[in-house]
């Protein structure tokens, strides 16, 4: 209870979760450190998870000063607005919007067309479905053009990164995971240079490294993850 | 010289109503483009080429798509009364309230309208948690916002002139004076607020429209509950 009332910072979140690693990205993209990191376990959710969260009861939760901040985004906002630093955001309005539009986008539409694929059971499940992908993946490409500008810029956000970077970042170990069990390429340099540049540029950059899983880790629990679901068909 | 602003929009749609609202309360003048979404424009097509939907907001040059986008670009790009609070905290909670009502509130207020037997009581009673946790937020507050409409309060559009036309062309009652007396307060609040009225939609026009699509609206809910 002590310990509680004196925190300043922490974050619930579950290491595997998108939404959760693109608040640990987005924190250490402007400069906030120092804080408690708390590992939920889904299974058996905490009361300070249930009592922070009780509209969804779901990971992250960013809690600052005792005050719980919930969905990813909103959060990423909040850290961006609340926290000298690096600019998460644009500083123009247009360009703000824009930044807001391709984020949903990656949440609303990307991700969910991806989703079917990386829950796939089948070799035929997995051709059908990477196909299916793939449209959202060329609008990305095509959004990434727009946004880094003819001078090539190397990130969503311009120079540095962005929003729309810690977005589409929260998932980029996983679509590296599932790439390397498959043998599929979603970001695939030939088809999406600029994607598959980004990728890259992305992961090696110092405070994505930190606050990422090792794609090696969520390899090995994606392939359990198979496993258990072929298992239980039998 | 400001540039000229435009809304593409649906006279019918809360989404389409909440961009208006945002420019009524901001005090920008803009021009109304109906859409006939049945035989979408080329217009919409070339500044909406990803999701082809309305609202889009043309200012200018610029096209600015996703209702809850634009509204945060009016309050940022334009002077005036602000719609979203200022303290970080404030905002924080204005847009999980927000995320709220497009990600967990409308679908099931919608089918709970539409569908029918079975299926509806689960729709139903989800509907009633939800409606529960915005009543909530209101905590005695005329608006979301406080004491003027602000963010939640567009977002929430829909609880507004919809509900009424919905529940007299569905025949469905779900949001009752019993049980949220403070969500139809605000219905009422929102009806007489004198900085809304100019884009009040027309009562008759929304019940003629939602009565023309009543069989095709019962129809998507049914296939979409039994997925």
């Known amino acids: 209870m002590a310990a509680a009332a004196g925190v300043e910072l922490r974050l619930l979140g579950e290491w595997l979760s998108p939404y959760c690693i693109r608040v640990k990205q987005a924190l250490a993209v402007k400069g906030v450190a120092g804080y408690e990191y708390v590992e939920e376990d889904l299974e058996h959710k905490s009361e300070l998870l249930l009592s922070s969260n009780p509209v969804h009861g779901k990971v992250p939760v960013l809690i600052h000063r005792g005050a719980p901040v919930c969905e990813s985004l909103v959060i990423v906002q909040y850290v961006d607005e609340a926290w000298a630093g690096p600019a998460i955001l644009p500083s123009d309005p247009y360009e703000r919007s824009r930044a807001r539009f391709w984020a949903a986008y990656i949440d609303d539409k990307f991700f969910p067309s991806w989703e079917p694929f990386f829950k796939s059971k089948t070799a035929e499940d997995r051709a059908e479905t990477f196909k299916n992908a793939i449209p959202a993946v060329e609008t990305l490409e095509k959004a990434l053009t727009e946004c880094s500008s003819s001078e090539g810029k190397p990130f969503f956000g311009g120079d540095s990164i962005g929003y729309v970077d810690v977005a589409l970042g929260g998932y980029l170990a996983w679509i590296k995971a599932v790439d390397e069990v498959a043998g599929t390429s979603l970001f695939d340099e030939a088809k999406f240079p600029r994607l598959a540049a980004w990728a890259e540029r992305f992961a090696a950059a110092d405070a994505v490294r930190d606050a990422s899983p090792a794609v090696e880790d969520i390899v090995v629990f994606y392939k359990k993850m198979q496993a258990a679901e072929t298992g239980a068909e039998h | ?227």
């Open chain 2, 1 to 227: 010289m400001s540039p000229p602003v435009k809304i593409i929009g649906h006279y019918a749609s809360p989404y389409s109503h909440r961009v208006e609202m945002a420019l009524q309360l901001k005090g920008v003048p803009y021009e109304l483009i109906q859409e006939d979404l049945s035989n979408k424009s080329e217009l919409l097509l070339a500044k909406n080429p990803v999701h082809k939907k309305v609202p889009v907001l043309l200012h200018g040059d610029l096209a600015i798509c996703e209702s809850l986008v634009i509204v945060e670009y009016i309050d940022e790009a334009f002077d005036g009364p602000s719609i979203l609070p200022a303290d970080p905290y404030d905002r924080a909670m204005a847009r999980f309230w927000t995320n709220f009502i497009d990600t967990k509130f409308s679908q099931p207020i919608w089918l709970a309208y539409w569908s029918e037997g079975e299926a509806q009581k689960a729709v139903v009673k989800e509907t009633k948690e939800n409606l529960a946790l915005l009543e909530a937020q209101l905590n005695g507050k005329r608006f979301f916002g406080g004491d003027t409409p602000g963010y939640l309060d567009i977002a929430a559009c829909m609880l507004g002139p919809w509900i009424g036309v919905l529940e007299e062309v569905t025949g469905v009652t779900l949001v009752n004076g019993n049980e949220f007396p403070a969500l139809c307060q605000w219905a009422k609040e929102y009806s007489s607020s004198e900085a809304l009225e100019p884009c009040h939609p027309d009562r008759d026009r929304l019940v003629a429209y939602f009565t023309e699509n009543k069989e095709k609206y019962k129809m998507m809910a049914k296939t979409m509950l039994q997925q």
